[in-house]
Every structure is written in structure tokens, then in C-alpha cells.
């Protein structure tokens, strides 16, 4: 702010010393007026706005005083243009509509035309459209009579704007279309960029979302190239709003920050507040919550030393958004009430979305009835629908309120009514319009009517998840769905109380759970195939008859905040039991979970046993009667359950083997899918012998030497870069063993890193790369921390290492789910591999080294055991070879395993 005051002090004093209004010299008047007021355009067109007020604001009373109506015309025009683009939209109209009387007294046509191009400008902002409307028809007319080209499409682009803000979107579209070739005609770059990145808004609005995107980065470039940086700002600015739209705040990010920096080096300060607020949303839309506070923190002072009321209010409204998201009410509750305390200068759009952030603070509370009275003070803000997108928030709120205060039709009528508005042009709430009207049904026991809204929010969700190429953003576009197939499994349940329905609602489950997942595994690392060559999802019956086998049990679950369902399916039955929503159940697990990953603390079986009755009912109940009779079970988990060792919880678990999938779908696409035949009894092993920190791992080098001492065909190759590894020939091996250290990211799943190579090269292999892979392995065995995975994703299951793996085509994988000790996972390893090349399955493999390093003393608690899990198809036997030893070696061999036995109650080295 003080370079632009001190450049502007600069240019009146050199203005001062020039005759710029000619009175002393009336001959040179006209000269020096045109030279002026060229200067001034340069300086606006260089974004030195604050420099152009000053300097009419100087010259304004000397131009009246001469009576030199074109010249003060020319510079009320300047000035109001300035206001425009400031946000001073009223102040613009006093000065336009005293320019457009002085030119059209004078008969100056570019005069008149360049007024009302502004005025329209200035009226559309105060919102008043059909008068905005009439501006731009004279305009336009002015433009045709005089065959003025140039303010002819400036006319088309002011009515698109008029029709783009009135939500005739189809209409502004059309006039986009014809303004383009208007100015490509007359070669004028600046309209030019400002159509294109206009007409981008509009197909964004449309949803028409990547030739938006082709847009804003034509207009980009354009306006970069011809040295408009402001045009190009907006640009980047828009186009960081398709990548959130699309799912990927990691480019929106970089989005914003440039527009942002630009408007600052422009000093365009009213104009970067905004980006600067959509930077901190994103950083919290990846996880980064300290790094967005500190933005908005940094966005907050800005706004206050420029006297920007408006953008300060929307500062804090997102710091209390952010608070509200860790769980912060009170902080919340403050900064919206801090927002509201400013006063009438805060915009009325503003003020509403403050209340309605305390609508949901309110909620999240129980107490509908002031969620009701805050709600209805956001509409007041809204009356004459100000804000389409807030409007739609405000009443979805309602709908929620209405629902909790057991006004069902009220609920009912609420969703309807603002879902059909939603129809023009936002799917995402449209979607959550429908699931609450189909709950709202259910409540007043309208299954059919439910089922109707269910179906049809079904086909929107398919909709918005498909919109992002890239599937890691598929993958949080999940996560909306919650809810709605919660909803679907009600449905179909309240309609066939006997569970004569039970396995339809299986099967609408399977088009939720892993969904991403299973399509990554089609295509390793790719986008979203066609959906042509989507097969279908696993259908109940189909499920029950060709993908189980005799014996085999397949739990899956779904936790959400409305309540949790539990499936239990063999090849006779299909079982459907709810029980408590998702944040009890958390509760109820955590204290357990947390008591397993430490030696040194005290396991509550008590607790164990009370979470098995909540997941399965008592003792006498079905499904515990289906797990009895079960000899394999596979899980599929939800939410907190992914903490849990699943076995530790089963009544009678001693003959029974577990394997973890992340869906029906996922299992079932294994089973179908023909492995590679080829020298699958080969090992590939490969250690990292430290980490980033030096932290040395002596088990794990020691468990790739004893592989290649007591096996045929171990392979233990020597890499220096992952670029190395991923080139690697993989076709020959069936078994990958990989013991280091891992890094996990709970943020960003597939950052998550395998630390592998020598103490001279480490190198890292991120999770995202393996995805990419294709491994024709059978069988992959994570000897590492954690290596389970890294984020738990609502609908997609525990992201991360092991789910990598299952991407790059491998159907089993045997990882951990908290870190482990450095020596007695060399104990483990040894003891599950003499397991497997006896012929056990890996599950079976897995259950017998389990009882057997529990049944020693030092190992006996389960930290040092339960943290192993299959997860994938664990009923796969896989052929290691075993090397013949001499005779001698075995007594040897026997002390060693004591001597390591020993080790663990000294060593204990964990591999983080």
C-alpha cells in the first residue's frame, strides 16, 4: 500500500509540473487534455488504480472550472470505470451517468458507448439486472447505428454477464459465442480475454467443467502474453475453482497463490483478499490445518490494515469453519459471532453464511430449535436470492432441523422444494436434497417414496464422483455417499422386515464400498476406464453362489453418524443387523485398540468382548452362529473398525482364519482374475537398512539374508533409485517380501513411503508409484510399521501401502496395522514362512505363527502378534521352495531360535 501511495505521489508531482489542463495556454489545451487522460488509461491498464483516483481527484475541480465538458467527461469516465473494478459500484453510477449526459450532449458516439459499457457495469453489480439490461441495449443499438464493431461485442459480453448473473446460463453461453469472433476480428486482446475467461465462468456454471478449464487457461495465457496481468489473475483464479470442483486441491492451491501474488504485485489489494481465503481452504482441504490457519490468520490482518469489512467478515467465518472442523465450537461459535459484529459493512451474503455456520455449530449440538432461529436470520440476508449456492445450504440446514425437531412432512417438503432448485446447476446438493427427503419418507414410513429418492441420488453420485480424472480425488468424492447408501440399506430393510430384502441392500452396498479401489485394480494407476468397459459391481446372489466357497463367511460393514449395518454372508444366507452409530462406536474401540499397540500395557478382554456383542450380538445370536460354523471369514471394515484385529474379537477364533478385503467387489474381481503361472514359487526380497533419521534396521537385513539362505529362487537385488525398482522385471516373481521402514501420511494416503536401499543410497517408494505397477505376484508380505496403510477414507477402506499393492494387481498382501518391533518381527517372519512352505494357505500360515509366538512368554502379548493381517484373497497357497540343509545345521538352527527369542525382551526397535 505505501509503494502505491508513494508512486502516486510521484506522478502528480510530475503532473504538477506540467500544464495537463492547458489554461494558461489555450491553444495547447486539447493536446495536453489527450496526453493526460492517455496517461491515465496507461496507468488503469498497468493496474495503478489507487494513482488514477488521486490524480482525477486533482484535476476534477480545474476541468469544471474551464468548462471543459469533453475533458471532464473523459475523466469522470476514468474515475467511475476505477470505482468499478474496486467494488465502488454506487460511486461509479454518480460519475457515469454525468459522463453519458456530457457526451451525449457533446454527440460523441465512442464517448457514449464507453459510458454506458461502464454504467451497465456499475448497475449489474448493484444487482439491479433488468435495468442493466436496458444499458446494454442502448449500447448496443448506439454500436449498430454507427457501426462501432468493437462496443457492439462489448454489448453482447455485458448482456452475458446480466444473463449469467440471472441464472439464464444457456442464454449467456450463446452470447459468449457470438462476442469471440467480434474481437478476434478487430484484433482487441484485452476483450478478448475478458470474454473467454467470462464465457468460462458461464460453463462452469453450467457444468460443463473441463471446457471450462480449457478456457480459463486459454485466457490465461492470452492475457499473460499480452501483458494483462490482472485478466491472467482472474483467470488462475477461476481455473483453481475447477480443480476444486474437480477434486484436486493440491492444483487449486497452486491456483490461488498465483492469483493471489498477482493482485498483490498489481497491488490490486480488494482483489487478492479472496484467493488468499480459497488458499487456506484448500490447505484444510488436504489436511494441512496449521498451514490454513496461519494463511487466514495472515488474510485476517490484511484485510483489517486495508479496511476490507467485507473480506475480514470472510476471514472469519472460514477461521471459524476451520475451528469447527477440529472440533473447536467455542472457537467457532467466536469468530462468527466476531463476523457478525461488524456491522451492515460486512456484505449481506456474508452475514448469512455466518449464521449459517452457526446453524451447523447448533446442530451438531442437538438443538434444532436455535439452529431454526439462526437459519431463519441467514434468510433475511438471502431475500431476493442473493447467493443461489447459499440459499441451497440454508435450506438443506432446515431440512436437517425440521427432521430433528420430528417435523417429517415439513422435513420432507423442505428438501423437495429446494432440491428442484438445486436442479439448476448443483448436483452435489441436489444429491443431499434427495437422501434427506428419503430419510424424512422413511420416517413416515413412505418406503416407496424413499426408495425413489435414493435411487435417483444413486445416479447423481455416479455423476459427481466421476467428474475427477485423477482417482485419489474419486476416492474423497466417496465420502458424500456415506450417508445415502446408509439410506439405501434402511430402505430395504423397513420394506422387508423378515430380510427377505437384505440381500438387495448388500448389493446396493457393494456400489459404495472400495469403489475407486476396484477400478484402479482394473487399471493400475489409471483414470477411470469407460463406462463401457466397467463391469458390473458383485451382485448378492452371484456373490453368494460364485464367489464363495463351502465354509467361507464374508462380513461387511458400513459406520456412519445416523447408525452402523453389519452384513454376515455365506453361500445359504445373507443376515443384516444394525447397531451403534459410528462416534459411540469409536469410543467403545479406541481404549481397546490402543491398549494392543504397547507391550507394556494391559489388554481389557473384558472390552474385547463387549465390542463383539455390539458387532454381532449376544451369544444365542445368528450371525455369532454363522461365525461358528465358519472355517474362513472375510471383513470388510468401516471407520473406527479398521483399528481392529478382527480375530482378537471372535468367540472361538482358534480354527478360524481372517482375511481383510476392502469390498465384495474387490474380492471377487481376485477370484476372477487368472494369475500368472510363471515361476510363482520365486522370492524377491529386498531390505531397507535404515531410514531417513539413521534409525538402523538389523531385523530386516537379517530377514532378507535368511529368505536367500533357506529358500530356492530368492532374488535380493541391489537398487540406487525407485526409477531403478520400477523398471524392475517383475514377471518372474510370486512372492515379494519387503522389510524397511515406512512413512505414513494420513493426509495424502498415497505419499505414504517404503524406505528402501543401502546405507549409501536410501530411496523412497511412495504407495501412488506401486499403484502405477502391474505385479504379477501372488503374494506380497510388508515386513514394515503401519504398512496396513495410511488414511482410513470413508466408502474406500484403509488407503495406503497395502492397498497399493492390491491396485498393482496383487490379490494378497500380509501387512501390519501398528508398528512393530524390530526382533521379534525377524521371530515372525521366520517362524510364517516354515508355515507356508509346509502347504498352509497364507491365512492358515498367518493364524499358526500367531498361536505359536503367543504361546511364548515374551511374545504373548499381542503386540507382538495381532498387529499381522492378511488383507485381499488369504486362501491362496504359495509355493516357496525350501533349501535342504545338512543334518548337523539343525541343532544349530534350533539355538538360534532360542538366541532370538531372548533378543526381544532387549531389543526393541520399532520400524517408523
Given amino acids: 500500500m505505501l509503494r502505491t501511495i508513494a508512486f502516486s505521489v510521484l506522478l502528480i508531482c510530475f503532473f504538477s509540473n506540467s500544464p495537463c489542463l492547458g489554461i494558461d495556454d489555450p491553444a495547447g489545451t486539447n493536446d495536453t487534455n489527450t496526453q493526460f487522460i492517455q496517461r491515465l488509461q496507461s496507468l488503469q ?50 460519475d457515469l451517468r454525468e459522463a453519458l449526459d456530457l457526451k451525449t450532449a457533446e454527440k460523441d458516439t465512442v464517448g457514449i458507448c464507453l459510458a454506458l459499457r461502464h454504467l451497465s457495469r456499475s448497475v ?79 460453463l462452469a456454471r453450467l457444468g460443463r467443467y473441463r471446457e471450462a478449464a480449457s478456457l480459463f487457461d486459454e485466457a490465461s495465457i492470452l492475457a499473460t502474453a499480452c501483458g494483462l496481468p490482472s485478466i491472467a489473475a482472474m483467470a488462475r483464479n477461476n481455473q483453481a475453482g475447477i480443480s476444486m470442483i474437480l477434486g484436486d486441491p493440491g492444483s487449486g492451491l497452486a491456483g490461488y497463490r498465483e492469483a493471489r501474488d498477482i493482485q498483490l504485485e498489481l497491488g490490486r489489494w480488494n482483489r487478492a483478499a479472496r484467493p ?63 463476523c457478525l459484529a461488524l456491522g451492515p459493512e460486512v456484505a449481506k451474503s456474508t452475514r448469512a453464511t455466518a449464521f449459517l455456520r452457526l446453524s451447523d455449530i447448533h446442530l451438531s449440538e442437538n438443538n434444532a430449535e436455535l439452529a431454526l432461529v439462526t437459519l431463519d436470520s441467514a434468510k433475511v440476508y438471502l431475500s431476493g436470492g442473493r447467493d443461489f449456492t447459499l440459499a441451497l445450504s440454508i435450506e438443506l440446514n432446515r431440512g436437517h432441523a425440521l427432521r430433528m425437531v420430528k417435523k417429517f412432512p415439513e422435513a420432507a417438503e423442505c428438501y423437495r422444494e429446494a432440491g428442484l432448485y438445486a436442479e439448476r446447476g448443483k448436483k452435489a446438493y441436489r444429491m443431499q436434497f434427495l437422501v434427506g427427503e428419503a430419510r424424512s419418507w422413511l420416517e413416515m414410513a413412505a418406503v416407496d417414496s424413499a426408495r425413489t429418492r435414493c435411487d435417483d441420488a444413486a445416479l447423481l453420485w455416479e455423476d459427481e464422483r466421476s467428474l475427477p480424472t485423477d482417482p485419489r480425488w474419486r476416492e474423497r468424492r466417496s465420502i458424500s455417499a456415506n450417508l445415502l447408501f446408509h439410506t439405501f440399506i434402511k430402505t430395504e430393510m423397513e420394506s422387508s422386515p423378515n430380510g427377505q430384502n437384505s440381500l438387495l441392500a448388500f448389493g446396493h452396498l457393494q456400489r459404495y464400498k472400495a469403489r475407486t479401489l476396484y477400478e484402479r485394480i482394473l487399471g493400475p494407476g489409471g483414470t477411470l476406464p469407460e463406462d463401457s468397459d466397467l463391469p458390473d459391481l458383485v451382485n448378492g446372489r452371484n ?34 443387523r444394525s447397531f451403534m452409530e459410528h462416534t459411540a462406536l469409536a469410543k467403545q474401540i479406541e481404549p481397546f485398540t490402543t491398549s494392543l499397540q504397547s507391550p507394556f500395557s494391559s489388554v481389557d478382554q473384558t472390552s474385547g468382548k463387549e465390542i463383539s456383542e455390539i458387532l454381532f450380538g449376544d451369544q444365542d445370536g445368528l450371525i455369532l452362529a454363522m461365525v461358528k460354523k465358519a472355517d474362513t471369514v472375510f471383513w470388510s471394515p468401516d471407520g473406527p473398525l479398521h483399528n481392529l484385529p478382527l480375530r482378537l474379537i471372535l468367540p472361538d477364533s482358534g480354527n478360524i482364519t481372517c482375511s481383510r478385503v476392502p469390498a465384495a467387489g474387490v474380492l471377487s474381481l481376485f477370484r476372477n482374475k487368472s494369475k500368472s503361472e510363471v515361476l510363482q514359487s520365486r522370492i524377491f526380497a529386498l531390505a531397507g537398512s535404515e531410514n531417513d533419521e539413521h534409525h ?132 515372525f517372519v521366520k517362524e510364517f514362512y516354515k508355515q507356508l512352505s509346509a502347504g498352509l494357505t497364507v491365512t492358515q500360515a498367518l493364524t499358526m505363527t500367531q498361536d505359536i509366538v503367543r504361546q511364548e512368554a ?27 540343509k545338512p543334518i548337523f545345521f539343525v541343532g544349530f538352527l534350533m539355538a538360534s531360535g532360542l538366541v532370538a527369542g531372548g533378543w526381544v525382551l532387549f531389543r526393541m526397535r520399532n520400524r517408523q
Fill in 45 to 94: 491498464a498497468q493496474s495503478h488504480l489507487d494513482s488514477v483516483v488521486i490524480l482525477v481527484d486533482e484535476n476534477l475541480a480545474g476541468a469544471r472550472s474551464a468548462n471543459d465538458e469533453s475533458f471532464l467527461a473523459e475523466l469522470l469516465i476514468l474515475r467511475g470505470s476505477t470505482y468499478v473494478s474496486t467494488g465502488r459500484a454506487p460511486d461509479a453510477e454518480t
Fill in 124 to 202: 449489474m453489480r448493484q444487482r439491479r439486472y433488468p435495468e442493466a439490461e436496458e444499458i446494454v441495449d442502448s449500447l448496443e443499438k448506439t454500436a449498430i447505428a454507427f457501426k462501432d464493431s468493437t462496443s457492439r461485442g462489448r454489448a453482447l459480453t455485458g448482456r452475458a454477464r446480466i444473463r449469467s448473473r440471472m441464472r439464464d446460463l444457456a442464454a449467456a453461453d450463446s452470447l459468449y459465442t457470438l462476442a469471440r469472433p467480434i474481437f478476434e476480428a478487430v484484433n482487441d486482446s484485452t476483450a478478448l480475454a475478458s470474454t473467454i475467461n467470462g464465457h468460462g465462468s458461464c
Fill in 276 to 338: 488468499w481465503i480459497s488458499v487456506a481452504m484448500c490447505l484444510r482441504k488436504l489436511g494441512r490445518y496449521d498451514e490454513a490457519r496461519s494463511e487466514l490468520d495472515s488474510a485476517l490482518v490484511f484485510c483489517q490494515d486495508h479496511d476490507f469489512v467485507d473480506d475480514e467478515g470472510m476471514t472469519l467465518v472460514r477461521l471459524g469453519e476451520l475451528a469447527n472442523a477440529q472440533k473447536n465450537h467455542d472457537e467457532a461459535r467466536s469468530r462468527h459471532e466476531q
Fill in 543 to 576: 456373490f453368494q453362489n460364485q464367489i464363495l466357497k463351502p465354509g467361507e463367511l464374508f462380513l461387511d460393514f458400513l459406520t456412519t453418524t445416523a447408525g452402523s449395518y453389519v452384513f454376515a454372508v455365506n453361500r445359504d444366507t445373507c443376515i443384516v
Fill in 696 to 827: 538402523r534396521l538389523n531385523g530386516a537385513l537379517e530377514e532378507v539374508s535368511w529368505l536367500e539362505e533357506n529358500f530356492k529362487e530368492v532374488d535380493v537385488p541391489v537398487f540406487e533409485s525407485v526409477e531403478e525398482l520400477s523398471t524392475n522385471d517383475f514377471s518372474q516373481y510370486g512372492v515379494l517380501h519387503l522389510a524397511c521402514h515406512s512413512i505414513i501420511d494420513d493426509q495424502n494416503p498415497w505419499n505414504c513411503t517404503l524406505v528402501l536401499g543401502t546405507d549409501e543410497k536410501l530411496f523412497h517408494l511412495r504407495a501412488g508409484e506401486v499403484a502405477a505397477m502391474d505385479l504379477p505376484a501372488g503374494f506380497v508380505f510388508l515386513s514394515s510399521c503401519k504398512s496396513i496403510g495410511g488414511a482410513n477414507i470413508a466408502g474406500e477402506g484403509s488407503l495406503g501401502l497395502s492397498a497399493a499393492f492390491l491396485s498393482a494387481g496383487v490379490p494378497t498382501v500380509l501387512a501390519t496395522l501398528w508398528p512393530v518391533d524390530d526382533q521379534s518381527t525377524l521371530v
Fill in 858 to 884: 515374551a511374545t504373548n502379548h499381542p503386540f507382538y502378534w495381532a498387529s499381522f493381517i492378511v488383507v485381499g484373497d488369504g486362501t491362496a497357497v504359495v509355493p516357496v521352495l525350501v533349501r535342504s
